[in-house]
């Protein structure tokens, strides 16, 4: 990818980014911070990281233990 095109394109993918990096961030904390979980907390940490936007999603809709 040339220069010009990143530029070009960054504007468009910067604000994923943000969004991407947000989620990872929130479920990160959250996982830290709650007692209990659906499964293994390191298997959601794993989760999390790996998958990107789906990991932290998966986490909250699915992982988050009741309290």
């Known amino acids: ?28 904390v959250d996982l830290i911070r709650r007692q209990s979980t659906r499964g293994p907390k390191w ?8 998958f990107s936007i789906l990991g932290p999603l998966a986490y909250f809709i699915f992982g988050r233990g009741e309290e």
């Open 43 to 50: 298997a959601w940490g794993i989760a999390i990281v790996a």
């Open 1 to 28: 990818m040339e220069t010009e095109e990143l530029a070009r394109l960054l504007p468009l993918l910067a604000p994923l980014i943000v969004i991407q990096l947000g989620l990872i961030v929130a479920a990160l």
